[in-house]
């Protein structure tokens, strides 16, 4: 007969079980945005995007989300662009059903109007037009018009820095212009949002790695051009790929560098090629042309990621362009099992998931407490650090990395494809 096992034999056989684990959590430090909060304190030095220049007419008002805030943006008849808060000052009413005039617009309610700044210029139902509306204030943000974009700074008014310039996208080329809205539906106007943390998308960008499981070995090959115009199928190679990114600390962030071989040397002879991606902090992603691979050329797109609040967050690009053939690799640029993202029923979406799926099933905040990092998450662990700094500095009263001083010239970017060993610097 077979004795019981022992307790202690039991327990050994299951270790590692989930019970007992202590409660998961996120690291709010990165992650949470809202006013107050060390990051919503960063991003608030900043400038962020709000809308596509192009895009934002005066002919309605438009509601967004930025940073926690519920804010409408708006161009006035006389061209200006504002972003004031969506309750109205009077009486709470919301400013997307108001209506735009010359000078401002008006709430739908009571017919109070306010212009740009947020100053009271008429209330409609008071006698003489209002002879205190000058006690009214719209709370208000500044705004700048630059790359195609509509930018706006949230944060101290003392501490506003200059809105940056990129050498990337400086000096319109023949036939050049800025392609800076969303050939998609809903998302033309005030970006494309996504329903989870902005972090776990900016990350994902000094992620490299995913690329040769994710986009090839899990899902087929997902970048349009793999093959032909854009990466050899040899890029995605997961038994190599660790050892040939490199990550790197630069003047205003990180960036990695991968390499690979492709024959697209003088007379298709095999060089060596070297993948930049560069991450300008708090949230600007400077990403080459993956659809159409073309070594030394000229940088011409950043894109930022903007937290709308938490769990939610905006995505805005600017390209330098002279085709819209560029802008349309861009958007469209990474297919589902030959299809777009929003095309996809839910079995194709489990079988071929692409980064939309990958990011998003990590919760509306991933779980910094559960998860166990490797040596290919370097270039993350290298992001999480720097923003952390960030946000020691604010504390301590000091301009966070890369806010920028008045008269500064226009950044550089390193971000392209190089061949090995024509480039100072090449990694």
């Known amino acids: 007969m077979t004795s019981p096992a022992t307790p202690d034999a039991h327990a050994a056989a299951d270790s590692g079980t989930g019970y007992g684990r202590a409660p998961s959590s996120h690291d709010a430090r990165l992650t949470e945005v809202g006013p107050g909060t060390p990051m919503g304190e960063v991003l608030r030095r900043y400038w962020h995007p709000v809308a596509s220049a192009e895009a934002l007419t005066s002919d309605v008002p438009h509601r967004t989300r930025i940073l926690g805030e519920d804010l409408i943006v708006f161009r006035d008849g006389q061209g200006r662009a504002g972003v004031v808060f969506e309750r109205c000052a009077h009486r709470g009413s919301s400013l997307f059903y108001g209506r735009i005039e010359e000078d401002g617009i008006r709430c739908c309610y009571h017919g109070w109007k306010f212009d740009v700044q947020g100053h009271c210029l008429e209330q409609a139902c008071e006698v003489d037009g209002g002879r205190r509306r000058n006690l009214a204030r719209q709370p ?41 809205s969303w050939p998609v539906p809903g998302s033309e106007v005030t970006g494309m949002e996504a329903d989870y943390n902005w972090l776990q998308l900016y990350e994902n960008a000094v992620d490299p790695v995913h690329a040769s499981w994710l986009h090839s070995q899990h899902s087929g090959f997902q970048f349009q051009g793999t093959g032909t115009t854009g990466f050899p199928e040899s890029y995605y190679d997961p038994r190599t790929v660790a050892e040939r990114v490199t990550y790197h600390r630069t003047p205003f962030g990180v960036k990695y560098v991968q390499s690979y071989e492709d024959k697209k040397g003088p007379d298709g002879r095999p060089v060596t090629l070297d993948w930049v991606v560069e991450l300008q902090v708090p949230n600007v992603l400077a990403l080459p042309d993956f659809v159409r691979v073309t070594p030394e050329a000229r940088h011409d797109m950043l894109i930022w990621v903007v937290p709308s609040d938490d769990t939610h967050h905006r995505m805005f690009y ?23 993202n929003w095309q996809m029923t839910d079995d194709e979406r489990q079988k071929y998931p692409g980064d939309y799926e990958a990011q998003r099933s990590q919760g509306d905040i991933t779980q910094h407490s559960e998860e166990t990092l490797a040596p290919s998450d370097r270039g993350v662990v290298m992001l999480r650090r720097l923003l952390r ?33 024509e480039r100072d610097g090449a990694a």
């Open 389 to 421: 700094t960030m946000a020691d500095d604010v504390a301590a009263g000091k301009a966070p990395l890369g806010t920028g001083t008045p008269g500064e010239p226009a950044r550089p970017v390193d971000s392209g494809v190089f061949v090995r060993g």
């Open 318 to 340: 600017a390209i330098r362009a002279a085709d819209p053939g560029r802008m349309e690799s861009f958007a469209f640029g990474i297919k589902q099992n030959g299809k777009d």
């Open 140 to 180: 208000w943000y500044p705004v700048e018009e630059r790359y195609g974009l509509v930018f706006v700074y949230m944060g101290p008014p003392e501490h506003k820095p200059p809105l940056p310039r990129y050498e990337c996208l400086e000096s319109l080329g023949d036939g050049e212009r800025y392609y800076s």
